[in-house]
């Protein structure tokens, strides 16, 4: 009955990702998404003096480097209906890349078109094509050099360009130099200068006026938004206003930083490049002050872990959480905009940030400190060495052992007493003494 239900739904996926494309395709023409229309928009205004950020665009103010407005000036001399079109099928396009190098990563064969009818229904995603958000491009930019660093391979291109659109990106620089990938990191911070003072000379009062003043200032956003699920969001909508939050907050990011980046920075000497991108993916997100629904694409990389590592229950949990995204189901008031207040309800209104600090806290388990030292293995907790047990007897010469090509299993060189071949055994019950 389960398989049979199994492979109804294999035929099924070709029809659910042409209906879920087709939908991107039709909204993108019909709706005239918000953040989409402040790009286009910041794309005139750029070599406008300093009109970018000292005047509201479509009635919000525009909060990202002036590179990304910079990078909209050809877009916005194409009519509004055709550039968001073009944009929403290059954030697809984008997106599909993501997943399939996140599959690259897994080191598992599993079907693209699977991967991506199912993570097009994460709520973080389909948020992105709503808002006609950059996030899908800085997604793939980084794992895209990220798979390269795993390779072993120069990068830091694709690092530097997303941290000259957002600044966000840039803790994977330090993941960089904390994982010893100085070359990869200085590329990376090349290439955010070269693209910032490109900025600079195309549009140089609104530079000035960015790197000044505003892009520390969160008063142009509503930090107490539902959307917003970093920590200080969840402070502020708690303690009812940014001002009861308190200079002590500071602290927090430079904790949560931290040991997020030496935990992937552990996860990166053991080989799993892939773990150590979602904890830094997740980790940025809870030091930003401003993490926004459509922000949290990082689900996809993290879910990725879990399944890759059999921790099934937890990626059905989490991907359940990233799809009915309940804290918009969350009552609150307009002004200002926080939670309804309620013991019960925190959990709901903040339920990214706590899936985030989970995420945190699962990693740290698997990769504390004991599992280290006794060598464990990135992909399962099989220990490389069993130094616990207690000695062997060696077998005698005439099965003396030979180690398999791909290094995993040992086998003996001769056939038992009734003449069968005698089973393979892992590597890892090899003598203690050996």
Known sequence: MIEATVIRMKRRLPFI????????VVFSLAYDSLDFRIYWLGGDAVTDGTRLY???LAAHWFTNTPFMAALFIPLSGLPLTLARALWQLASLAAFTWACATT????????????????????????HSFFQG??????????LADMHRVSRGRPAGVGIGVATAIKL?????????LVTRRTKDALTAAGTFAFCTLLAHAIAPDASR????????DTSRVGVPYISNQSPLGALTRT??????VGDWYTAVPLIIGTAGIFLAAAWARRGDWLTAVAVTGTTGLLVSPISWAHHWVWIVPALAVLIRDGHRTMATCGYLVFTLAPMWLTPYTATPLRPGWHLLLLPVANCYLLAGLFFLAHSFCLARPTRLRQGTSATTSEPSTRRNQP??????ARLARTTAPDGGLERPAGRGALGAEVPARPAVWRDARE
Do not use: C, S
């Not at 599993?110 to 994460?122: C, F, H, I, R």
């Not at 000695?391 to 005698?396: L, T």
């Open 17 to 24: 990702l042409a209906i879920e494309i087709l939908g991107i």
């Open 54 to 56: 000292d005047r509201q």
């Open 103 to 126: 599959l690259k990563m897994t080191g598992r064969n599993v079907p693209l078109k699977t991967v991506l009818a199912g993570a097009l229904l994460l709520a973080p995603v389909w």
């Open 133 to 142: 958000q950059v996030n899908l491009f800085l997604l793939a930019f980084v």
């Open 168 to 176: 966000t990106p840039g803790i994977f620089i330090v993941l960089l």
């Open 209 to 216: 006026l960015y790197w000044l003043h505003t892009f520390y």
């Open 239 to 244: 303690l009812r206003g940014t001002a009861e």
């Open 391 to 396: 000695p062997r007897p060696r077998v005698p």
